[in-house]
C-alpha cells in the first residue's frame, strides 16, 4: 500500500524567508511520481513542482524547488523569497507508473507573515 | 490551458435528498477522480473512472455512486445525502501515460447537507 506523510500541519514565515516543507512516502514501486500542489483559501487546486522517480536531479520551478531523496523516501519542497501569494495549504501527492491513482497527504497549511 | 469544471460552487441539500455533482474536462483526458476534502484528513478517493462506463472504488465509496456516460463527463451521485456528507467535493482529471501524468483540479463543492 502506498501512503503519504506530511507531519507539519501548519507552518507559517516571514515574506522574504525560505521555508522548507516536508513530504515522506512509502511504496515498493520503483517508478514513480512526486508532486507538490498548493491550494490557496477558497481557491482552486494546482500543481506547483513535479518530480519523476528515474530522475536523480531535483526539480526546480522558479521560487520552488524539491530534495528529492529516493532511499529515505523523502520528498520535501523549499520555497525561497517567500511572498503572501504563497499562502495556502500544500499537498503532497505519489502516482505510481503502475496505476491510474493518486495518493494524497493531509496537507500543510502555510502561512506568509508580512 | 486544461480546464476542469463543477457544477456548483457551493450547494445545500436536505438529508435524503438525491445529490447530483456534475464535472467536465476539456483536455480528453481518460483518467477522472472524486475526492472528499475534509480538515485533517486531506484528500480522500471516492471513485475514479479510467475510461467511459468503467469505474473504481476509492477509499471511502459508501453512499456514494458515480456515472461516466461521455469521456468529458464524470457526476457523483449521492443516493440519500447524510448530514456526514457534508464536506468539499474535488473533481480532476488526468492523462495515462508517461510524461504529463499530473492531475488537474476543479474549483470544488461545497456541499452542505441539513
Known amino acids: 500500500a502506498q501512503t503519504v506523510t506530511q507531519s507539519q500541519p501548519e507552518m507559517s514565515v516571514q515574506e522574504a524567508e525560505t521555508v522548507t516543507l516536508s513530504c515522506t512516502y512509502d511504496t515498493s514501486e520503483n517508478n514513480y511520481y512526486l508532486f507538490w500542489y498548493k491550494q490557496p483559501p477558497s481557491r482552486q487546486m494546482i500543481l506547483v513542482i513535479r518530480q519523476e522517480a528515474y530522475k536523480q536531479q531535483n526539480a526546480t520551478e522558479n521560487r520552488f524547488s524539491v530534495n528529492f531523496q529516493k532511499a529515505a523516501k523523502s520528498f520535501s519542497l523549499k520555497i525561497s523569497d517567500s511572498q503572501l501569494g504563497d499562502t495556502a495549504m500544500y499537498f503532497c501527492?505519489?502516482?505510481?507508473?503502475?496505476?491510474?491513482?493518486?495518493?494524497f497527504g493531509t496537507g500543510t497549511s502555510l502561512t506568509v507573515i508580512p | 490551458d486544461v480546464k476542469v469544471t463543477q457544477s456548483s460552487r457551493y450547494l445545500v441539500k436536505r438529508t435524503g435528498e438525491k445529490v447530483f455533482l456534475e464535472c467536465v474536462q476539456d483536455?480528453?483526458?481518460?483518467?477522472m477522480f472524486w475526492y472528499r476534502q475534509d480538515p485533517g484528513l486531506g484528500l480522500r478517493l471516492i471513485y475514479f473512472?479510467?475510461?467511459?462506463?468503467?469505474?473504481e472504488k476509492g477509499d471511502i465509496p459508501e453512499g456514494y455512486s458515480v456515472s461516466r456516460e461521455k469521456k468529458e463527463r464524470f457526476s457523483l451521485i449521492l443516493e440519500s445525502a447524510s448530514t456526514n456528507q457534508t464536506s468539499m467535493y474535488l473533481c480532476a482529471s488526468s492523462f495515462t501515460g508517461t510524461g504529463s501524468v499530473e492531475q488537474y483540479f476543479g474549483p470544488g463543492t461545497r456541499l452542505t447537507v441539513t
Open positions: 501527492a505519489f502516482h505510481p507508473n503502475t496505476g491510474n491513482q493518486f495518493y
Open positions: 473512472s479510467y475510461d467511459v462506463k468503467m469505474k
Open positions: 483536455m480528453d483526458h481518460e483518467n
